[in-house]
């Protein structure tokens, strides 16, 4: 599957909400397949996308309570958005994730990070994790570009890869 890409004419970031959540479902799924998935079994695949790609895991974090707050920010326009990364807000801490980017080197990423990092440091959280997987190495030269280091690797039970979780302080 070819990802359909629209430039986005700036690199504005927008909360997503609900109405959002078809999209950032596309984007997840086509990111997905264009790069990982492709080298991985099929039936692995669909069973990850199945518990993290699906219209109910995006509409709960975006609708979580103060316990499991989750903030999604998207870039591009609301039917075709270019990229999109969550702040999820646990037990005190920033965990970055789904950083989805349709098409690397335009810098929409490197922004959707340092826009979460920032919002992360506007809450007064003191550490930011991030969990990554180890043949992504895209994201982890971008986490590691922001700071980011290794802290604990643990293999992700359904489709049985590497995970780096990667830590950064936020303290000043």
Same mark, same amino acid.
């Given at each position: 599957?070819?990802?359909?890409?629209l430039?986005?004419?700036s690199?504005e970031i927008?909360i997503?909400?609900?109405?959002d959540v078809p999209?950032?479902r596309g984007?997840?799924r086509?990111?997905?397949?264009?790069?990982?998935?492709r080298?991985h079994?099929?039936a692995d695949?669909? =069973?990850?996308?199945g518990?993290?790609a699906?219209p $109910?895991y995006?509409?709960a974090?975006?609708?979580a !309570?103060?316990?499991?707050a989750s903030?999604f920010?998207v870039v591009?326009p609301?039917?075709?958005?270019?990229g999109?990364?969550?702040?999820?807000v646990?037990?005190?801490?920033a965990?970055? $994730?789904?950083v989805y980017?349709?098409?690397? !080197?335009q810098?929409?990423?490197?922004r959707?990070?340092g =826009?979460?990092?920032?919002?992360?440091?506007?809450?007064g959280?003191?550490?930011a994790?991030?969990?990554?997987?180890? !043949?992504?190495q895209?994201?982890l030269?971008?986490l590691?570009?922001h700071?980011?280091?290794?802290?604990e690797e643990y293999t992700?039970?359904?489709l049985?890869?590497?995970?780096s979780r990667?830590?950064?302080?936020? $303290?000043?």
């Amino acid at each position: 599957m070819a990802l359909t890409v629209l430039a986005p004419a700036s690199l504005e970031i927008r909360i997503a909400t609900r109405e959002d959540v078809p999209a950032l479902r596309g984007l997840k799924r086509a990111v997905v397949a264009e790069t990982w998935g492709r080298d991985h079994d099929t039936a692995d695949v669909d =069973h990850w996308l199945g518990r993290f790609a699906v219209p $109910g895991y995006f509409a709960a974090r975006i609708d979580a !309570g103060p316990d499991c707050a989750s903030t999604f920010f998207v870039v591009g326009p609301p039917d075709v958005p270019t990229g999109m990364a969550a702040l999820k807000v646990r037990d005190g801490r920033a965990y970055i $994730g789904d950083v989805y980017v349709a098409q690397r !080197g335009q810098g929409i990423g490197r922004r959707l990070l340092g =826009h979460a990092l920032e919002e992360a440091k506007g809450l007064g959280l003191p550490l930011a994790m991030a969990d990554v997987f180890d !043949g992504n190495q895209a994201a982890l030269h971008l986490l590691r570009a922001h700071g980011f280091r290794k802290v604990e690797e643990y293999t992700e039970p359904s489709l049985r890869i590497a995970v780096s979780r990667l830590a950064k302080s936020l $303290g000043a």
